[in-house]
T-cell receptor
């Protein structure tokens, strides 16, 4: 069965622009979580969507937003990009809510964003 | 709040030698515990998990971990490592916080470098 698919894999933007990243979860998974990974900060939780509703949110500014569609695919958007937003953005899907006994995370390969 | 500590940021070890990667978490009534591996330019892949039952958990690629409730630890071990085990390893804990919301909390990672 197909894994978690993230697009695009690599992208370069300039400060002030916005970016949209896409994540297609494993078939049958209803939860999608997003993480930001940087060398200095490790894995930082952005948000989790389950059945099109945001269920959990990390400590990121409002420039970071997301949504989930009825087919469980999810997008995250970062507006007014800053240099510090350069990172690997990882999406993970799970059958149930992340962290529950059915909430084991399956990760995509990530979208590497470089902000110049 | 729940926290996960991976004390070793880097662990060098010679090929065919045993290795232990340490993980400690702050105490909680009940937790689920996970180890993930991340190869360069890839997402995270689940190595093994502890949900309940036997405290010795076997995972993929010959790895195993032992849940020690009294020491709040979940150390990862492999009796004989290969060059291909060179990667970053993340310990994660799922905890149901006081709000009733489950959260996945990741450690900062341990870089395992296997030397020829």
């Amino acid at each position: 069965k197909a894994g978690v698919t993230q697009t695009p894999r690599y992208l370069i933007k300039t400060r002030g622009q916005q970016v949209t990243l896409s994540c297609s979860p494993i078939s049958g998974h209803r939860s999608v979580s997003w993480y930001q990974q940087t060398p200095g900060q490790g894995l930082q939780f952005l948000f989790e969507y389950f059945s099109e509703t945001q269920r959990n949110k990390g400590n990121f500014p409002g420039r970071f937003s997301g949504r989930q569609f009825s087919n469980s695919r999810s997008e995250m958007n970062v507006s007014t990009l800053e240099l510090g937003d350069s990172a690997l953005y990882l999406c993970a899907s799970s059958r149930g809510l992340a962290g529950t006994h059915t909430g084991e995370l399956f990760f995509g390969e990530g979208s590497r964003l470089t902000v110049l | 709040a729940q926290s996960v500590t991976q004390l070793d940021s880097q662990v060098p070890v010679f090929e065919e030698a045993p290795v232990e990667l340490r993980c400690n978490y702050s105490s909680s009534v009940s937790v689920y515990l996970f180890w993930y591996v991340q190869y360069p330019n890839q997402g995270l892949q689940l190595l093994l998990k502890y949900l309940s039952g036997s405290t010795l958990v076997k995972g993929i690629n010959g790895f195993e971990a032992e849940f020690n409730k009294s020491q709040t630890s979940f150390h990862l071990r492999k009796p004989s490592v290969h060059i291909s085990d060179t990667a970053e390893y993340f310990c994660a804990v799922s905890d149901r916080g006081t709000s009733g919301t489950y959260k996945y909390i990741f450690g900062t990672g341990t870089r395992l470098k296997v030397l020829a």
